[in-house]
């Protein structure tokens, strides 16, 4: 494949995966409104409950902190969703002022400084840029402009909460209609702010008419600079039409038209004039960007200042899911034979910094380049360096994203469940005065009996013949009866290979001739047999969830089933996870329980290993001899050693598993043996169980403690199942 078309295909694989983090995010908008539909629901029942312990409950509800833990996962998923929903590559030019981003773009664009402001004097680009690769006879932009709105909130009121201006315009009208407030303080950087103000102020006249303008406009190629530049070609300032400016993109193509669909973004270089600046940079690479270029031109002696340090910082901070050591490069700017006027030769300075970049480890990136950014041919290696880092990895960063987006859905589903299941309980009140307590003391102890006498009557039920697998005849017949549908499955599914067909596969070629394809066919039935055996899992699993029914009956058939409708192994997950963790080992002994199955592979794998060691091709492979033979007699030899081999291994099989019909019931009562043990045979069962039950009286013995709180109860119940069942979906 091309270039082109290997970026296509990156392009491509991504946008399965955006629709997955959309629907996360419609997930999530969804039960942030539920959360909202609980809350109101909450205000209205704490002016009608009449029970103190009810209000208090409800009172410690924080739905602002869950909210909050939405909101970031939000965050994450929606750079997410930016990310995967690009049509193009995205590379973004980070540095500051003059260090030669727009000259490295005019390089790999053949964009002019017209179009691409390079500022040799001062910081000229004033908007974020963003350059298209786009077959086109002639290079045009598209221009996005603020709204009224937008351009105060972002550019004016910013800069009253920095300078303490005092009180805020609440338009941008009364910002332009009044003087600005007096600068209290002095500095150069308040000063530099200040002057941007005066700036906004003073020729406001000449973008005002812009903010009128559609969202987008296109542009013609002569029109570009008064748009992304604060001057003209000769570096004056009298351009402010940017200051209405959101963001420019430039369609052209680039002189080396096979790189496919990718996009340079120029963000204005970090300065001293404008507030903000920063933010602009985190928010550009965390939510458009695909990988980050810094550009940096050793100048004199001064080599990496701190400045330069806390523009990797800002940069850094942009994705904290993802270093940005993981997807960018460092571009050193190299000035030979003074292709930069009035700047001198640098090669020295850049094998220097070069050298301590890759050392010192403060600034941490995957590759440090020394180009010289005015050289079309240099620019070139570099853009071919970053694309080849993209088409190696890019896949592997998504993926690591979308682990970090797994991640957070994991973390907030928890606590929303933790939540949740604390909103749920808000209506479970324990017995406070005398006559309840005594009450709830004779309750509890017939139900502590109706458990203990039906757990016992269960393994009464279920106790095996005999202790003694190989004596044993409890509910032998299933296991009898599967085992004898394998092999009789085995025996007819043996897919041996007919001579011709042997004949045919030698004839087809390959290494090993004929042992080759005598050792390949012997694994084959091995994997054969064992694939057939794993079928015994449906029914192992069908028995143990059959006895797992029985056992929550043992539950739902007394008050205790009042606490939910779920019924089978499903309750007892529900009392896995009901049950608090405070009462940890009632919570295990219900969670063991509903986590035990038998399967063939852990449960009697093993017992077959012997009877198949003579289908395995690294201990039997050399039985087959191929010499002194024709190409006929040696197919028909394989097929006859093969039916040989597949026999005995199916006999022996057979004798292996012979005895074991009673290990099942064997397993199961033992499971449940012991889960009666955890749960009703010690004190401290006893402990947990009347702690537990006491917490939920008013929802296990309804009619004796649930009837004060029904009708406030319903709607709420309601709602939280709502939400616990909007809080399960897919990750991404």
Sequence with gaps: ??????????????????????????????????????????????QRAEDPAIREKLSNLRFSAERDKIRRCLDILTRLESRFSRDTLTIAFVGRAGQGKSRLIQSLTGLTKSEVPDGAIDNCTGVKCTVCHAISDEPYGEVSFHTKQSFLEENILPYYDELNLGVKPSSLSEFISNPLPRLGRSGAEAESYYAFLQKCHSNYSQFENLFEEDTRKRISRGEIREYVAQTDDDNKRSYFKYLAVREVKIFCSFPKNDVGRIALIDLPGLGDTVLGDKDRIRRSLG??????????????????????????????????????????????????????????????????????????????????????????????????????????????????????????????????????DQAKHAFA??????????????????????????????????????????????DTEFFKVTIKSIIQQCREDNEIPTSDEILEIYNGGGSGGFPAIFAKELDH????????????????????????????????????????????????????????????????????????????????????????????????????????????????????????????????????????????????????????????????AIDCWEDFTRERSS??????????????????????????????????
């Design 1 to 46: 494949m091309s270039r082109e078309q290997r970026i296509e295909s990156i392009i491509q694989k991504r946008k399965p995966q955006a629709e997955k983090v959309r629907r996360a995010k419609k997930n999530l908008s969804n039960l942030q409104s539920i959360l909202d539909e609980v809350e109101s629901c909450r205000e209205k029942t704490l």
């Design 287 to 420: 939510h458009d960007v695909d990988f980050a270029l810094f550009i940096y031109m050793p100048q004199g002696t001064r080599i990496l200042q701190e400045e330069h340090y806390k523009l990797y910082d800002t940069a850094n901070d942009a994705l904290t899911e993802l270093p940005i050591s993981k997807w960018s490069y460092m571009t050193l700017n190299q000035v030979v034979s003074s292709n930069v006027e009035g700047i001198a030769s640098n090669t020295g300075l850049c094998d220097e910094i070069k050298q301590r970049i890759e050392t010192q480890g403060r600034i941490k990136v995957l590759k440090c380049l020394i180009a010289d950014c005015t050289d079309e041919t240099a620019a070139a290696q570099v853009l071919k360096s970053v694309l080849d880092e993209l088409e190696a990895n890019l896949i592997n960063l998504d993926n690591e994203y979308s682990q970090v987006g797994n991640a957070a859905i994991k973390n907030l589903q928890a606590e929303l469940k933790l939540f949740f």
């Design 429 to 474: 009140i324990a017995p406070t005065d005398k006559d309840d307590i005594r009450k709830f003391r004779e309750l509890f102890k017939k139900l502590r009996s109706q458990i203990s006498n039906n757990l016992k009557a269960l393994l009464v039920e279920i106790r095996p013949t005999d202790l003694d697998a190989s004596a044993n005849v409890k």
């Design 525 to 684: 039935l091995r994997i054969n047999i064992r694939r057939n055996f794993t079928s015994a899992d449906n029914g192992l699993r069908d028995y143990v969830d059959s006895i797992k029914f029985k056992v929550a009956e043992c539950f739902t058939e007394t008050p205790l089933g009042n606490l939910t409708p779920l019924r089978g192994t499903e309750f007892l997950k529900f009392m896995a996870e009901e049950i608090p963790s405070t009462e940890k080992h009632l919570k295990e002994a219900f969670h063991t329980l509903y986590s035990f199955d038998m399967t063939y592979k852990r449960n009697f794998q093993y017992r077959i290993l012997k009877s198949l060691e003579n289908l395995d091709s690294g201990r039997n492979a050399g039985i087959f001899e191929a010499k002194g033979k024709t190409d006929q007699a040696n197919s028909q030899s394989i097929k006859n050693i093969l039916e040989a081999l597949h026999r005995g291994a199916i006999c022996a099989c057979e004798e292996a598993l012979e005895g074991l019909e009673g290990e099942p019931s064997l397993a199961v009562y033992a499971e449940i043996d012991d889960f009666r043990d955890q749960v009703v045979g010690s004190d401290n």
């Design 699 to 732: 929802q296990i013995w309804l009619e004796e403690f649930g009837q004060k709180v029904k009708e406030e109860k319903k709607e709420w119940v309601q709602l939280i199942d709502k939400a616990i069942s909007a809080n399960k979906f897919d990750l991404i």
